[in-house]
């Protein structure tokens, strides 16, 4: 039983504008969001009770929350409101699509700890480590991706409310970065965000770029695509803000996040296109004004989910070797004095068993 197209929102919302109206529900607490669930013929509290709620026989408590006197004269079409805190949650399926390099989960019932692979199906509350050469790739049953970047640290929430298809997908970073595709959400009700020490940061279906700084007393956001809602969540007074696409925003620790600033452009990397080469790669892109250190990553696909390499140089210089041969991809990313970086300069580089 599904109550797709009967859900609203009570609680926060944050307004966006990027040419229409964007809405992301921001949490505080499960309590300030309620399902709104209007009465079929024949419904009473009590068969809604064992249909929904995490503890059925719990009805008297929705009865109190909604000031029933007495169910059996409630008409077909009354709203009934039930706290999705109560309700009961089912997995949302959690999959490591991609595993290079060294990582380790945490299980989330046992708190075992083990070496994570590509394939593993994961469990809501998973924790996800990454070594200094570890790339994770996690994809969502909805087909949201995650990207988690060398030394890194992610718990994953992800759960769906029985009963509905209003989903809660939460990513805790508590060290290091990460990279996520967010799919649109289906209902206005459904939450997709990602959390830090100091910000909170909330889609509906976007792309965008979230970095925890080494002493986690500041959060960088860079937005690729769509629209992303900022706030810290630690400031009961602070507003939350709209970042749009070629964008981003910093938020330290007990403030506000900043305005949205504008990212650098991409690193022209065009005289490097056609280009054969050995196994020994030693290439220098144009440099970027006002960057102050570039990102360069090596892949052996053009989205980067089998990421093989990545490093940070203060000049955009390609180096590497001892790859093997094919086509790899290359990624060069310039960054502010903000730590922001900027939008993507992407070539792909043919490697020959030669030496040139």
Do not use: C
Not at 126 to 155: C, E, F, M, W, Y
Not at 167 to 182: I, P, S
Not at 263 to 281: C, E, I, K, R, T
């Amino acid at each position: 039983m599904k109550f797709a197209g009967r859900v609203s929102v009570h609680g926060l919302f944050v307004g966006l504008a990027s040419l229409a109206i964007f809405l992301v529900p921001a949490l505080r607490a499960d309590d300030a969001v309620e399902l709104s669930y209007p009465l079929a013929p024949g419904d009473t509290v009590w068969s809604i009770s064992q249909t929904l709620l995490a503890q059925p026989n719990d009805w008297q408590r929705l009865v109190r929350h909604n000031g029933i006197s007495k169910d059996r004269k409630l008409p077909p079409g009354k709203i009934i409101r039930i706290p999705y805190a109560w309700m009961k949650r089912d997995q949302v399926q959690i999959e490591a699509t991609q595993v290079n390099g060294e990582a380790r989960w945490t299980h989330p019932d046992t708190s075992v700890v083990a070496e994570l692979k590509s394939g593993m199906r994961l469990r809501s509350a998973s924790r996800i480590q990454t070594g200094a050469t570890g790339h994770v790739t996690v994809r969502l049953g909805d087909g949201s991706i995650l990207r988690i970047a060398p030394g890194s640290d992610v718990q994953l929430h992800a759960i769906q409310y029985a009963g509905t298809s209003v989903t809660h997908v939460r990513f805790q970073l508590e060290r290091g970065r990460v990279e996520t595709q967010a799919a649109p959400l289906r209902q206005p009700a459904s939450v997709y965000e990602i959390r830090t020490p100091t910000a909170q940061l909330g889609v509906r279906g976007t792309r965008f770029r979230v970095t925890l700084s080494q002493d986690r007393g500041s959060s960088t956001a860079e937005v690729v695509e769509g629209v992303v809602a900022a706030i810290n969540p630690t400031l009961t007074s602070s507003a939350p803000i709209a970042v749009n696409a070629g964008f981003g925003t910093v938020v330290r620790a007990g403030q506000a996040p900043l305005p949205p600033i504008v990212l650098l452009p991409a690193p022209d990397l065009s005289h490097l296109v056609g280009l054969d080469l050995g196994p020994a790669v030693n290439l220098v892109g144009r440099p970027v004004h006002k960057a102050v250190s570039y990102r360069i990553q090596v892949a052996r696909d053009a989205q980067f989910a089998e990421t093989v390499l990545e490093t940070t140089a203060a000049d955009p210089h390609i180096r590497f070797s001892n790859l093997g041969t094919g086509v790899l991809h290359v990624r060069v990313r310039a960054v502010d004095t903000n730590g922001l970086e900027g939008q993507d300069g992407q070539v792909a580089l043919r490697l020959l068993d030669i030496q040139l």
